[in-house]
């Protein structure tokens, strides 16, 4: 199959939304569901064509695209890459299906949102640095309307200082770009890979673009656009926030960072790891404090991307097998906790944890969802997130066993502030001022129900995806190991 | 006998006109013309270079027309927006255009 | 029969399952449901446990559930399977009997209540998560349901999530699991690190060869950490008590017979590695022998019978942790064994009383021997059972764990232990002789309860009397065997009885009966001039010690606080520092924007200047 498609796919659905007036909100937003699915059907395919026992890039293709610079635009998928496809594509069409009461602008929404896809799905499917760079940008920028448009609250202070957090990390990684062209006169992936670096370059390279893709994961102290980001954008860009955006600067790390400048990667390990616990338990007890609900969440965010940076920090199959499993397993659970909270707020129009109580009677179904997505992020058994928090403990624990287990103190922390969230919001007396509500309708469920099943699915069968991504990140540690080496 | 100096002098007067008309007409019209002076002394300066300096290529003509083409895209597109500022406002004096300012 | 091992667990959870997704709506369905399967399980227990006793080997079944590979070669393995062996046959036979009794009597218990469907899912759930912890073959599979019987014991607790206590107890049980299992879980991480495997036979086999004290000293600690939090020990005790806000059968079932004994049985599970360095015995033997005293201090002034039983419950399990740190398995395994069944009596029993009388302040209570025979008889057997008097179950495994102390020369807790035995009898008896017998002193109308919940009662007091019997001198020479034997560590212990023990603890027993006979039948000495005379030690046992006090105090200004300045440093500083970055930005394009007049001609005209300006230059 042609991995272009998968690119197309949201760019052709783009285009067709323009051509419908926009007073179709219907048939605007059936429309987009339909492409949506295509897009979800077309990654499931690609899983199943997927050739898992062999290692390295399959479907290759390369188009020349600025061949007087050697510029090509390459595509080409592996098990890590086709875990976050598969991530994207869930998201994107469980975050349609959350959109569908949406009423203000659904058409330009709807284009925005899909053009933001396509970046991601290009981040994800490229194999040329320079077309990823600008698949960075079509995936970051859109968000810049659709949170300054669509949002709520401070609105207009969270977009901007959304894109000038992550524009500021783009010169980071836009000047390490720059400064591996000239070196090596190429940005192709697989051919900077079979070059040789000398050690004090690798440094420098390694710590512009943990600076440039760490804006995204966030990292600290580089975080604070996440909770306002997240907070103020409207609810399916909050889910495609936490759970696929955040997602880019992690895989670019891994795919670029660790991929191609492991000597480097090892210089900054130490750093990394100890960002990667202050991550974990500073922003745990951020959370703890937090008076709104979406910033509870926000934050959460923020924390459980900390345990993907300690299993970048150890670098070794079993950590970064895990940190990958835990992007996707943490975009799953963030897109839900995203989706319950803006139906949460959509019904009793407030966000505010103090305001709320006693839910559980009238929303039963929400309490449920809430209670599984907030048992799955505090990592409990039988939910992805386990498996992948797992993994990166046992990797991790290897290489810094001192800082792993204070990177484990923050599953007793997030426990602590989501049961209190979630007692707060849902149990205790019935409250009559919620007498009125109606819980989650059947088909509200549906996105739902997909995200919770994938959630559970993985969780109980955890070796499907987790191979697939051992199999992705195979070659990136033994080429790590070699390049370690010489 | 006319030789090129006398058409670089032409050309020159029509874009000093032009210049003026852009720098001190109030009526939005009057600069978009203004603008249009300047573009068509340079196409006689194009013409008549091409004429007396390399008479066997038509790259100067060629670049004319260009200029051409492109100076009645951009007339249509400034008397759209003068046409829409004047059906919504009332407007073409061009210093009480101020609505995308700060 | 072992081969079928796996279906134990898994008839729950299809009964779990069946409740969930078709038989919600049907509340008498949901129940019958829940306990046929649970039957069938049990069923499966008793087979499975005859096998065992006729041919005593180890068997281990498991799938590789999830492996990770590096360049060929296998990095990490994580297995699901089974290990049955006389200690999970034991076990097993223990959470199905208890849970299907509880099922039996929750039917009657929870009668007319909006959330009998979900009552009897989550109890089948429990069920499944316990039985998988108890077949488990390796520290991976234990620490999976570990967290899943706690969830469960969260959502049991929390059942009437509408009381707030209800809600803040679930939640105080979780975390403070939380903060143990973080212990096992960097524990478990550490052995796999150090050793390559969470298998525990393969690990028994490493550990036994390995030489490094210091390590094994860190992990077995850690590990333990886990049972501590699980099995209620000193200082993570004070989630149990608080755990009585849930149903009373669930009390039974998971807050006395079952899952807080998953701790005593994960530290017999995994003995080997706790065996193997003294150390961690001997902390294991003291925070036993501490929890066992300071539980039942606070057990002889609580006014209310579940909070007593708890607290009677905690110090039994300090009880069993004793018996495994001095050393001896199969004593602490015994103690757990007829512990469940009349723990498990007095809090039906309890429930009993409680949906008769509708309170649980022993003091509204009285009277209730006419009223609710089964109930009180059996309660006063279970009493008697746990106080330890001949020739009732808790005698026998009680004296054990007394000889075993004495044995392994830890006299300290052999004194402690006899204390703690004379304790017992006397709180047991203060609660039965204010509760059961005397006046009514509330006016209630108490009436005996449906044979649903009376026929477990029954049950329950049955093997109250006889389970001691399996690990008797006669009983050994009657059949061959016994529960040591059967259930050995190292080598079999062939049980005798040591006379002048069994005197001393039966005294014991008998004095702490007579005491509270006096104080409260007789009222030869009056409670309330002793607490008067007493009140420091009197309010400090009310308080129980002031821990929870300090817990939340901790709570509030520790983490909170932490949180606070945090969110501080988050909002004020780093925001501060960028923000004013932009500031900065944004005050210096104020000041430059008075260069940009807006008026375009004026631009152009600059613009022309500059350009005549440069073609000027250039050409000259």
Request: a positive charge; glycine letters at 8%.
């Given at each position: ?261 492991p000597l480097g990667a090892a210089f900054w390990a130490p750093l990394i790891a100890t960002i990667a ?210 | ?102 | ?300 002034v609580q006014r209310d019978i579940k909070r007593i039983l708890a607290f009677s419950t905690l110090s ?131 009436h005996e309860s449906s044979w649903t919940m009376t026929l477990p009662l029954l049950i329950l007091a ?159």
């Open positions: 199959m042609h991995l272009y498609s998968l690119i197309l796919i949201p760019l052709i659905g783009a285009l067709t939304l323009i051509l419908i007036p926009s007073k179709h909100q219907s048939l605007i937003k059936w429309t987009s569901a339909i492409v949506g699915l295509l897009g979800l059907a077309l990654s499931i395919h690609l899983y199943f064509v997927f050739d898992k026992s062999v290692s390295g890039m399959q479907f290759v293709e390369s188009i020349p695209w600025i061949p007087s610079f050697w510029i090509n635009f390459r595509l080409g998928v592996d098990g890590l890459s086709l875990s976050m496809v598969l991530l994207t594509s869930i998201i994107w069409f469980t975050g349609i299906l959350v959109s569908w009461n949406f009423q203000e602008r659904v058409k330009e929404f709807f284009i925005y949102m899909f053009i933001l896809v396509a970046g991601v799905f290009g981040v994800f499917l490229s194999l040329d640095f320079l077309v990823m760079f600008i698949f960075l940008e079509i995936a970051v920028i859109p968000k810049f309307v659709l949170i300054h448009v669509w949002g709520s609250g401070k609105k207009e202070y969270s977009a901007i200082k959304y894109t000038l957090y992550l524009l500021t990390g783009s010169a980071f990684a836009l000047i390490a770009m720059m400064m591996i062209y000239l070196q090596t006169t190429t940005l192709d992936l697989t051919h900077l890979a079979t070059l040789t670096y000398s050690a004090p370059f690798q440094k420098v390279i390694f710590l512009l673009l943990l600076i440039g893709f760490g804006v995204i994961i966030p990292l600290w102290p580089l975080h604070r656009w996440t909770p306002d980001g997240h907070s103020s954008a409207p609810t399916a860009i909050s889910m495609l926030l936490a759970g696929v955006i955040m997602k880019l600067g992690g895989y670019a790390l891994i795919r670029i960072g660790i991929g191609l400048f616990v202050v991550n974990c338990i500073y922003i745990a007890f951020v959370a703890m404090v937090q008076k709104d609900l979406k910033y509870v969440v926000a934050n959460s965010s923020i924390s459980h991307m900390g345990y993907v940076l300690m299993g970048l920090a150890a670098m070794n199959t079993v950590s970064l097998t895990g940190a990958a499993a835990q992007m996707f397993a943490h975009g799953i659970m963030a897109a839900l906790f995203f989706a319950l909270v803006g139906l949460i707020y959509q019904r009793t129009h407030t966000r505010m944890i103090a305001d709320l109580g006693g839910l559980a009677h009238q929303m039963p179904r929400a309490a449920t969802l809430f209670l599984m997505t907030g048992l799955a992020s505090l990592g409990l058994p039988g939910f992805y997130n386990f498996v992948s928090e797992f993994l990166i403990f046992v990797g991790a624990f290897r290489t810094f066993p001192v800082l792993a287990t204070i990177a484990i103190l923050a599953v007793v922390i997030t426990a602590i502030y989501v049961l209190r969230v979630t007692q707060q919001i849902f149990f205790g007396p019935r409250n009559p001022r919620w007498d009125g509500l109606k819980d989650i309708s059947g088909l509200e469920m549906i996105p739902l129900v997909i995200l919770v099943v994938v959630m559970l699915g993985f969780g109980l069968i955890p070796a499907p995806m987790t191979n697939l991504i051992n199999q992705g990140i195979d070659p990136i540690v033994q080429h790590e190991v070699m390049k370690g080496q010489l | 006998m006319i030789g090129l100096s006398h058409y670089l002098l032409v050309a020159a007067a029509l874009f000093c006109i032009g210049v003026y008309s852009v720098i001190t007409k109030k009526n939005a019209i009057a600069v978009l013309m203004g603008i249009e002076f300047m573009l068509n002394a340079i196409n006689i300066n194009l013409v008549a270079f091409n004429h007396f300096m390399a008479p066997s290529q038509v790259i100067g003509q060629v670049f004319a027309i260009f200029i051409i083409g492109v100076a009645a895209a951009e007339v249509s597109l400034g008397l759209a927006i003068i046409l829409s500022l004047y059906r919504q406002r009332h407007l073409v004096a061009i210093d009480e255009m101020d609505i995308l300012k700060w | 029969m072992d081969q079928f091992t796996w279906l134990i667990p898994t008839l729950p959870l299809i009964a779990f399952l069946i409740i969930v997704g078709i038989t919600y709506r049907f509340k008498l369905l949901s129940a019958i449901v829940a306990t046929s399967f649970s039957l069938g399980s049990l069923f499966l227990a008793i087979s499975i446990l005859i096998q065992k006793i006729q041919s005593p080997k180890t068997t281990e079944t498991f799938i590789n559930w999830l492996t990770l590979t590096a360049n060929q070669q296998t990095v990490l393995t994580l297995q699901m399977g089974y290990l049955m062996d006389p200690l999970a046959a034991v076990m097993c036979l223990i959470v199905t009997l208890i849970a299907t009794l509880v099922l039996l009597y929750s039917i009657g218990y929870m009668k007319g209540d909006d959330g009998f469907s979900r009552y009897f899912a989550y109890i089948s759930l429990f069920t499944f998560s316990m039985l998988g912890l108890v077949i488990s073959n390796n520290y991976f599979q234990t620490f999976v349901f570990w967290e899943l019987v706690g969830l469960c014991s969260y959502l049991l607790i929390g059942f009437w999530f509408f009381k707030p206590a209800a809600a803040d107890a679930s939640k105080k049980a979780f975390i403070t699991n939380r903060w143990a299992d973080f212990g096992f879980l960097v524990g478990i991480i550490g052995l796999f690190t150090h050793f390559g495997t969470f298998n525990f036979a393969e690990l028994s086999t490493v550990i036994s060869l390995h030489q490094n004290t210091l390590v094994l000293l860190i992990l077995g600690l850690l590990v333990f950490l886990g049972p501590m939090g699980k099995s209620a020990m000193f200082p993570f005790h004070v989630w149990l008590p608080d755990a009585m806000e849930g149903p009373t059968p669930i009390s039974a079932l998971i807050h006395a017979a079952t899952m807080v004994a998953a701790g005593i049985y994960l530290v017999a599970r995994g003995y080997i590695l706790f065996a193997s360095v003294d150390s961690v015995m001997i902390v294991i033997a003291y925070i036993g022998g501490f929890t066992a005293l300071f539980a039942a201090t606070i057990a002889l039994q399990l300090g009880y069993m942790m004793m018996a495994l740190g001095v050393g001896s398995m199969t004593s602490g395994m015994f103690h757990l064994t007829t512990h469940a069944f009349f723990k498990a009596l007095l809090f039906l029993g309890a429930g009993s009383i409680i949906h008769a009388v509708h309170d649980q302040d022993i003091f509204n209570m009285g009277g209730l021997v006419k009223k609710m025979p089964i109930t009180v008889w059996t309660f006063v057997i279970g009493s008697l059972a746990l106080s330890g008097i001949f020739p009732l179950a808790g005698f026998w495994s009680k004296d054990e764990i007394l000889t075993v102390t004495l044995q392994h020369h830890f006299m300290g807790l052999f004194i402690l232990g006899t204390l703690v035995a004379f304790l017992t009898a006397f709180y047991m008896f203060r609660l039965i002789f204010i509760a059961l017998f005397g006046d009514n002193r509330s006016g209630h109308h108490a049955i093997l109250s009397i006889i389970a001691g019997l399996v690990n008797t001198p006669w009983f050994y020479q009657w059949t061959g065997m016994s529960f040591s034997t059967f259930l050995f560590f190292k080598e079999p212990e062939v049980p005798v009885i040591h006379w002048s023990i069994a005197v001393l603890s039966s005294l014991a027993a008998m004095s702490g009966i007579l005491f509270a006979w006096i104080i409260y039948s007789k009222q030869q000495i009056s409670a309330d001039k002793l607490a008067q005379r007493f009140k420091g030690a009197h309010t400090l046992l009310l308080k129980k010690y002031y821990i929870d006090e300090i817990y939340g105090w901790l709570f509030n200004k520790g983490l909170l606080g932490l949180g606070k300045v945090f969110n501080f440093i988050d909002h004020i500083l780093i925001d501060g520092l960028f923000d004013g970055t932009a500031t900065l930005i944004r005050s210096s394009g104020v000041q430059l924007r008075l260069f940009q007049t807006g008026r375009l001609q004026q631009y152009a005209l600059v613009l022309f200047i500059a350009i005549a300006a440069m073609t000027i230059w250039g050409v000259r």
